[in-house]
Structure formats: structure tokens, C-alpha cells
């Protein structure tokens, strides 16, 4: 059973281009959320989304960035006109719930991307 | 507010001894607490887990974890540490209702042979 896919693993963006980060969630699971890594940082939170829903974006910055799991296909992550700040580690993870909180998250390898 | 503290940025301890990683939590209600560890360039993967019941739970690679709800914590422990269990830890927490994870900013461990 595969685990949380991510591509690409490592991605350089100039200033003011966009970047597209992609997941697959592990076989069987339903819900994926989005995490941040900054620099000698713990993750962050940024959106929690099921297929063709978002259902909590309170981590995610107002302005440039989104996100969607379409109902084929993986959850894309994308950030228009990057900004140094962005260059981080961006982490999906994914859970099977079970009907109650409290799953656990299933995290892929991360994407570490670079803005130059 | 829902926070996690780690208050050791590095934990060292001599392989075969045993090892505690601290975490302390503040979440409103009963809270799921969970420990994940992180190997260099690798995504976190899930140890162990508080839900409800035993406050000492087990976990994976020999870890346990005790949960103390007088203290607010959730040290992670395990009684013989290996080379191989150097990494990053990170504690999180997740309020009852809610599907998000937040992080403590993490402990290095370093076991030394």
C-alpha cells in the first residue's frame, strides 16, 4: 500500500512565477490537509480539504495562495507570484476517518520549495 | 488558544539509557495528543497517539508515551535508546471536533554510541 505521494519533491520558483505542488493521498483515504515548514520551525496548518470541499482553510494566508482535491486527481497546493518568504517545506498528510476526530495523519515526503 | 510547548530544543542521552522527550499541552476539553517523528528530508511519521482511556499509551519503535492531565502533559519515553532513534520529535495536539494537528516546534535527539 503506497504511502502520501508528493511531487515534486524539490521546486525552484523565481519571484512572481507560479508554483503547483501535488498530492496523492495513501489508498482508501478521503481527507488531506496541508502543512507548512519554515526554517528550524514546527508545521503549520493550513487547510483541511475532502474531495471537492474545503473544510477548513484558517491556516491558509488570504491573498496568493489555494487549494483543491478534485474528484479525480490529486489535492494541488498552488501559490501564484512567489515571494521569498514562501520557500519552505510544504507537507500533505491523509486520513481515513473513521467517523470520530482524533485519526491520525498519514504525512507524504514533502516538497521543499525554493524561491529565488 | 489550542498550543503545544516542547521545551527542549535538544535531548542527548547515551545509547542505552533510557530517554524522555517533554511536551506540555493547553487545549480546551479533552484533548488527542499525538507524537510524530522526523528523519533529514523525510516526512514525519506517526509514533503514538492519546484518545482517550489508558493515560499510558504505546507506540511504535518501542516508544511510549504518558499522558498526565494534572500536569498538562505528554512525555514521550522510551526505556533503551538506539542510534538509529536519533531524529526530530514533534508533539501535536488536535481539539475534540476538529481534524487540524498543531505542532510543537520540536526536540532533537541525539543518542550518542
Known amino acids: 500500500n503506497a504511502g502520501v505521494m508528493q511531487n515534486p519533491r524539490h521546486l525552484v520558483r523565481r519571484r512572481g512565477q507560479e508554483a503547483r505542488l501535488r498530492c496523492s493521498p495513501m489508498?482508501?483515504?478521503?481527507?488531506v490537509y496541508w502543512y507548512r515548514q519554515l526554517p528550524e520551525e514546527g508545521l503549520k496548518f493550513m487547510v483541511y480539504l475532502q474531495k471537492e470541499n474545503i473544510i477548513d482553510e484558517s491556516g491558509m494566508p488570504k491573498e496568493r495562495f489555494s487549494a483543491e482535491f478534485p474528484k479525480e486527481g490529486p489535492s494541488i497546493l498552488r501559490i501564484q507570484q512567489v515571494v521569498r518568504g514562501d520557500s519552505a517545506a510544504y507537507f500533505c498528510?491523509?486520513?481515513?476517518?473513521?467517523?470520530?476526530?482524533?485519526?491520525?495523519?498519514?504525512f507524504g515526503p514533502g516538497t521543499r520549495l525554493t524561491v529565488t | 488558544a489550542q498550543s503545544v510547548a516542547q521545551p527542549e530544543d535538544q535531548v542527548n542521552v547515551a545509547e542505552g539509557n533510557p530517554l524522555t522527550v517533554k511536551c506540555t499541552y493547553s487545549v480546551s476539553g479533552n484533548p488527542y495528543l499525538f507524537w510524530y517523528v522526523q528523519y533529514p528530508n523525510r516526512g514525519l511519521q506517526f509514533l503514538l497517539k492519546?484518545?482517550?482511556?489508558?493515560?499510558l499509551v504505546k507506540g511504535s519503535y518501542g516508544f511510549e508515551a504518558e499522558f498526565n492531565k494534572s500536569q498538562t502533559s505528554f512525555h514521550l519515553k522510551k526505556p533503551s535508546a538506539l542510534v538509529s532513534d536519533s531524529a526530530l520529535y514533534f508533539c501535536?495536539?488536535?481539539?475534540?471536533?476538529?481534524?487540524?494537528?498543531?505542532f510543537g516546534t520540536g526536540t532533537r535527539l541525539l543518542v550518542s554510541p
Open positions: 498528510a491523509s486520513s481515513q476517518r473513521l467517523g470520530t476526530s482524533g485519526d491520525e495523519q498519514y
Open positions: 492519546y484518545i482517550t482511556g489508558d493515560n
Open positions: 489508498k482508501g483515504h478521503s481527507h
Open positions: 501535536a495536539s488536535m481539539n475534540t471536533g476538529f481534524q487540524k494537528l498543531v
